[in-house]
């Protein structure tokens, strides 16, 4: 789908037609397009070398867009400097003189998280983006656009947007590059603070476009949606368009378009909206897996090693347990990827996965060298925090780091609030130091236990994959699922409570089925059948399912379980269940562990395993009448026979409890 579909676009004096009509000649430096007043130039790269198709699609924008130049990106040191030292110029960003090339970001108050509300996917048909539902049911896992609502609204948009700006062409891999499980993408931004983002967060820049060749891609269009000359003042000199904002998908044609935000999970295309949204419809076409689920590695005492893919919503400790420094004596994790896998069964029928990331947006409050020491360890250089607080000693803050700063050194918060503590207010308000979804964008190369084969272009083999959520109450600290079947069921009938990643809901508790509710790229109802349809294939070794939690509260407000590097003691469990050791009893709702088959011999606190393990019967037959509705309402006649299957015979189950 063209933006603008035959179409006459006013721009000022100039008049321009359907951009599947635009004739733009690309020359190698000097004039690309001739605008009514102003000449496009190409102040880096060379367009000559690209291949045709990618050359036609930034002439298209280009005609749109109207830029001041192009800039294609090498992803090299020296462009990254430039683009930084543009930025502290510009006073977008500033150098945390403490660390060695850190920087931070202070955002629009108004721009601050993924917009789940404005995050749309435009398919022909209705149905394959959301599920048919009742009358005045409001879709809850995808927003549907009809193209030709979408082309008029983009067409409104896009058309003059980067006027008095550079234009930047981000060649990009998911993945390493050349592996067969890595896709592409071209991503054209004008904004240098996405540019600088995907250097860290993808494999970016001349290589790409050499390994890419005549092969295919993903269209990426990305504007902050304020053309130069401003006609309002910035917040923080950060340039965005809240009011218009927009996050397209268009899975049909492989294409993107966002406007409006800068903020991370909105305008770094190739994170949430390729990796999951279009590439979960990608993974359905073609028989993979694309799941929001960090990978990490186990290795036991005698060196035999393991890796799972575990599923987590956001803010609910994927980085921290991706990270994990095992309290258990002689065992070793190693991380491949914090927050997104791609898996795909092999020749031999083994499910493999790479982390198609290069960096790591993690959220920054709570992380701490108590929770998770390799985190900041990290963090330390060549990173953008973005939201965060300033230390008087050029460093960086946040909540949960009250035990790791001077008593003399002061803090800044990111509104401003200067010498802040705990008590400051702002606008009549208790002050953070820092936004709730602030983050660091780092290297995940940097990471001091990334796992040896991260970058293997094979993929890391899958033994075990784990579903998770913040549950306060009634949730088994573990249990394994029956089967395939079960374990689909189980992570469609997740729960957690509501984080700060995206904006608030005003729920304590959401459905959020295989912590994917915002990132499905197609039709839930399709998407289950398609995790279901893997157990037909008798030639597949089929992953065992678990899953965890560790939010369980006592009736005293407390957590029961200490969390963090005590976690690899039920990982323990898990890996050893992977061999089928017999240290399980069967329950209503899966697999617990048998008593004593958990290891809590060193524990620094005594653990009430009991409380941890027990299983009310009324929360039990609650969470099934829920989970009922929720499928009733939010997926309706497209829900799989062997959800509802699962289901029935879960409740025949709890009810005999």
């Not at 000693?393 to 035990?403: C, I, K, L, T, V």
């Not at 890391?460 to 009634?474: H, L, Q, T």
């Amino acid at each position: 789908m063209s933006l603008v579909n035959n179409q006459i676009l006013r721009l000022g004096n100039a008049t321009i037609k359907s951009l599947r009509q635009a004739t733009v000649k690309l020359h190698t430096r000097g004039p690309v397009h001739q605008h009514a007043a102003a000449t496009v130039q190409v102040s880096n790269g060379t367009l000559d070398k690209l291949q045709p198709s990618i050359r036609e699609y930034i002439s298209e924008k280009v005609e749109l867009c109207q830029p001041e130049s192009i800039h294609i990106c090498d992803g090299s040191e020296v462009e990254n400097e430039m683009l930084l030292a543009k930025m502290e110029g510009d006073g977008m960003i500033k150098r945390l003189t403490k660390h060695e090339n850190c920087w931070l970001a202070i955002t629009d108050s108004r721009d601050v998280a993924r917009v789940e509300k404005k995050t749309i996917i435009s398919t022909t048909m209705k149905r394959d983006t959301i599920p048919q539902l009742k009358d005045r049911v409001e879709c809850l896992t995808g927003q549907w656009m009809s193209p030709n609502q979408l082309e008029a609204d983009l067409a409104e948009k896009f058309p003059g947007c980067m006027k008095g700006r550079t234009m930047y062409v981000i060649p990009f891999s998911m993945g390493p590059v050349g592996s067969p499980l890595s896709k592409y993408g071209i991503q054209l931004t004008d904004s240098p603070y996405v540019v600088a983002s995907m250097r860290i967060m993808t494999r970016m820049g001349a290589h790409v476009l050499e390994r890419l060749g005549e092969g295919e891609y993903v269209k990426c269009l990305h504007s902050l949606g304020q053309p130069l000359p401003l006609k309002t003042d910035l917040d923080n000199n950060w340039p965005c368009n809240p009011e218009k904002t927009i996050i397209a998908h268009i899975p049909d044609q492989k294409e993107i378009c966002s406007f409006g935000s800068g903020y991370g999970g909105n305008s770094l295309l190739g994170k949430k909206c390729f990796a999951l949204r279009i590439a979960s419809r990608l993974a359905k076409d073609e028989g993979w897996l694309a799941e929001h689920m960090l990978i990490l590695g186990l290795t036991n005492p005698e060196g035999v090693k393991k890796y799972v893919a575990a599923a987590f919503p956001s803010a609910c400790g994927k980085t921290n347990l991706a990270m994990l420094n095992p309290t258990l004596p002689g065992w070793k994790a190693e991380c491949v990827g914090d927050d997104i896998a791609w898996m795909k069964f092999d020749e031999a029928g083994r499910l493999r996965a790479i982390n198609p990331e290069y960096g790591f947006f993690g959220v920054a409050p709570g992380t701490s060298y108590k929770t998770n020491p390799n985190a900041m360890d990290t963090i330390q250089k060549n990173t953008i925090f973005t939201n965060v607080g300033e230390t008087s000693d050029g460093s960086f803050y946040w909540e949960g780091m009250e035990d790791e700063i001077d008593k003399d050194v002061t803090i800044r918060s990111y509104e401003g609030v200067p010498n802040w503590n705990k008590d400051s207010e702002y606008n009549g308000k208790k002050a953070l130091s820092a936004h709730a979804n602030s983050r660091f964008c780092t290297p995940a190369s940097q990471c001091p236990t990334m796992d040896p084969a991260w970058e293997d272009p094979a993929g890391v083999p899958i033994d075990a994959i784990i579903f998770g959520g913040r549950r306060p109450e009634g949730v088994p600290l573990v249990y394994e699922a029956f089967n395939w079947q079960h374990g689909v069921f189980v992570g469609a009938s997740m729960k957690s409570e509501a984080t700060a990643a995206a904006e608030p809901s005003g729920k304590a508790l959401l459905n959020d089925p295989f912590a994917m509710r915002p990132f499905f790229g197609y039709n839930i109802g399709n998407y289950l059948q398609h995790w279901l349809s893997f157990q037909q294939r008798k030639d597949y070794v089929l992953p065992k399912i678990f899953h965890v939690n560790w939010f369980r509260k006592n009736p005293q407000g407390r957590f029961i379980w200490p969390g963090f590097g005590e976690n690899s003691r039920v990982l323990e469990w898990i890996f050893r269940r992977c061999d089928n050791e017999d240290i399980i009893r069967e329950s209503a709702i899966g697999y617990l562990p048998k008593e004593g088959s958990i290891n809590i011999q060193g524990m620094k606190e005594e653990v009430d395993m009991d409380a941890l393990f027990h299983l009310p019967k009324e929360f039990w037959q609650r969470e099934m009448e829920e989970a009922e509705a929720y499928f009733e309402e939010q997926i309706n006649d497209d829900l799989p026979a062997g959800i509802r299957t699962e289901l029935k015979t879960m409740k025949e189950r709890i009810n005999k409890m």
